[in-house]
């Protein structure tokens, strides 16, 4: 039988009870939060005939943690079968476009992993992969800053990044890494194919292995004086530039 796990605030609780309304097992809210907000999760728990209690703000405190922002809602629910195990499954899926791959080397930050997360799901990403060891993984905090994004893009974590690079390069995916010192534009670049674009976490940057594994390094132009940008930032432009170019097919 599969272990229980918690999510917590609005948009992560909502998402699974829309995606996956029978794998959560109860909610739990704050007594005292009645509004507009919680009505609505409430009426979709009903519809979803999932069991909702009325508890103690101090114990929702408890379970979240201390880094836990619940916004007065845990849902305890078990993980639903994961249809994508590896890049194989994902390319074999009847894609109806080239494949869109986002890679994240190193990012330790939930809630960059997050914001990620969200990203890709807004611009069509297939996939979002990284490396299992020294990265955060799908936590009930990368899942609260996804807003539910965490329910619907696959998330491949692997053991090994530059291998699962060179596997998508044998499967004719282009694999380009961004990178501050890089000569090449991203806006000069061309995306009209399969594609995965690779970034690494704030400050550190790539990986030197991801680095030399990439295809392409590209950089994105920058106008102002800040140095550097946050990864998820970073990869809200690239993916954008991306499916902009696919738009205008």
């Known amino acids: 039988m599969s ?14 009870l829309r995606q996956h309304g029978s794998s959560v097992q109860e909610i739990l809210i704050d007594r005292d939060r009645i509004d507009a907000r919680m009505k609505d999760l409430l009426s979709m728990a009903e519809h979803a005939k999932v069991r909702v209690m009325e508890v103690e703000r101090s114990r929702l405190d408890g379970l979240a943690g201390l880094n836990g922002r619940h916004q007065g809602v845990i849902a305890r629910v078990v993980d639903t079968p994961i249809p994508y195990k590896d890049i194989y499954d994902i390319l074999e899926s ?62 491949l974590a692997v053991t090994n990044l530059a291998r699962t690079l060179r596997e998508l390069q044998e499967a004719g995916v282009f694999v ?66 991306v499916r902009r170019q696919r738009s205008l097919k």
């Not at 990203?119 to 490396?131: L, W």
């Not at 799908?138 to 619907?152: D, I, Y």
């Open 3 to 16: 272990e229980s796990r918690i999510l917590f605030g609005f948009h992560a609780v909502l998402s699974r």
């Open 94 to 155: 009847g894609l109806k476009e080239p494949p869109f791959f986002l890679v994240l080397d190193g990012v330790e930050d939930p809630h960059n992993l997050g914001a990620c997360l969200r990203v890709a799901d807004a611009m069509g990403v297939h996939a979002v992969i990284a490396p299992k060891d020294r990265a955060v993984g799908l936590n009930a905090t990368v899942r609260k800053v996804a807003c539910g994004a965490a329910e619907t893009v696959p998330f």
């Open 176 to 241: 380009i890494g961004a990178s501050a010192e890089a000569e090449r534009d991203l806006l000069a670049t061309k995306f009209d194919g399969p594609v995965a674009l690779v970034l690494g976490a704030e400050g550190t940057g790539l990986r030197r292995l991801t680095e030399e594994t990439c295809d392409a390094l590209v950089s994105i132009p920058m106008f102002g004086s800040v140095e550097s940008l946050n990864v998820s930032v970073a990869s809200g432009i690239c993916l954008y530039e």
